[in-house]
C-alpha cells in the first residue's frame, strides 16, 4: 500500500512551444506497483495548456482545482472543480487553466503506456 500527498511524487516541469506551464507527476506507477493503471497529477499555471495531442491510449480525468476548458470536437467545453473527463483514444484534445489560479487534475491511463 502507498499513502502520501501528491506534491511528494517527482515533478516534471513542461514549458515549450506547445506546452506552458505543466507540472506533471507520477503518483501511481510501475515504481508503486501498479500493474493495471498510473495515476498522474498535472498542474496548469494561469495560462497554462497541455499540448494538443492525440494517441492510442483512452484517459479518464478528474478535476480537482481550478477552472479551465476541454477541446472536445473542435470545442472548447468549460470544466470546474468535480467534472470528470472521459477521452477514447486516438481523439484530439488538449487542456487549458482559463482560471486565476491553477488548474490542477488527476489523470488516470492504463500501464504500458508512456507514464509521463
Not at 23 to 42: E, L, S
Not at 93 to 99: P, R, Y
Not at 103 to 114: A, D, K, Q, R
Request: with cysteine; aromatic share 10%.
Amino acid at each position: 500500500m502507498k499513502i502520501m500527498h501528491y506534491s511528494e511524487a517527482e515533478a516534471t516541469y513542461l514549458n515549450t512551444d506547445t506546452v506552458k506551464g505543466v507540472t506533471g507527476r507520477v503518483a501511481i506507477g510501475k515504481a508503486d506497483g501498479a500493474d493495471h493503471f498510473c495515476m498522474r497529477v498535472f498542474e496548469l499555471s494561469e495560462n497554462g495548456y497541455s499540448p494538443r495531442h492525440s494517441h492510442d491510449w483512452e484517459h479518464e480525468i478528474f478535476i480537482h482545482s481550478g477552472n479551465g476548458e476541454v477541446l472536445c470536437d473542435d470545442k472548447w467545453i468549460p470544466v470546474s472543480p468535480g467534472s470528470v473527463i472521459f477521452i477514447p483514444g486516438n481523439e484530439d484534445h488538449q487542456i487549458k487553466n482559463t482560471g486565476d489560479g491553477q488548474l490542477v487534475f488527476v489523470c488516470l491511463i492504463p500501464s504500458g503506456y508512456p507514464e509521463m
